[in-house]
């Protein structure tokens, strides 16, 4: 994660006291929803972002060296019970959720450049309803699990024709696929 931090960032991770925050932006079908784990609100990248202190909750976000589809969760604690509906209703498959690691200053203002620790897609919202609050669990998957899907374009003329119906240049593909080519030989 080192190869993104600007030196003020890289300072302030060495210094005695570390302030630690947390920024997300969740996309939903009314727009997106921005969150930080502060107690205000907090204006940042040009965005005003609203407080959710401890109610905010995060899964693990992993880093590896190798190409793996990891996934996290965000969660909203002590939600109201007539915001669950609006919850459902704009939670959406595939809309885009983010997550930024920040560090605040003494004074609480931002030091210059949060690292974006998790980029990815929503996967399922999960609503776990008690009898006074509410706690919705949203989970994102990496856009690497895109690897598993098998996709149904091919190189042929039909395929072709589908997004570009007067082209041509996959017309001969099925006839020139089993030639035999001599390259180099007398």
Known sequence: MSRDLTPDFAAALGARDLR????????FASGPLRLWSGLSAID???????????LLGLGSVEE??????S????????????LVQLAIAEARQGLPG??????????GTIIADPVL??????????????????RITISYESRLIDLNTARSWRYTH???????????????VTAIQDQEIKWGRK
């Open 44 to 54: 940042w990248a040009g965005q005003s972002w609203s407080g959710a202190g401890a």
């Open 71 to 82: 996934g996290t969760v965000v969660s909203l604690s002590g939600v109201p019970p007539d």
């Open 64 to 69: 590896t060296g190798s190409v793996v589809a």
């Open 158 to 172: 039909e395929s072709q024709k589908v997004i570009w119906p007067d082209d041509r240049g996959f017309e001969y």
């Open 98 to 107: 983010k997550l930024w690691l920040g560090l605040l200053t003494e004074a």
């Open 20 to 27: 630690p925050v947390i920024f997300y932006e969740g996309g």
């Open 117 to 134: 620790a998790f980029a990815g897609r929503l996967d399922v919202p999960e609503i776990t309803d008690d009898l006074e609050t509410c």
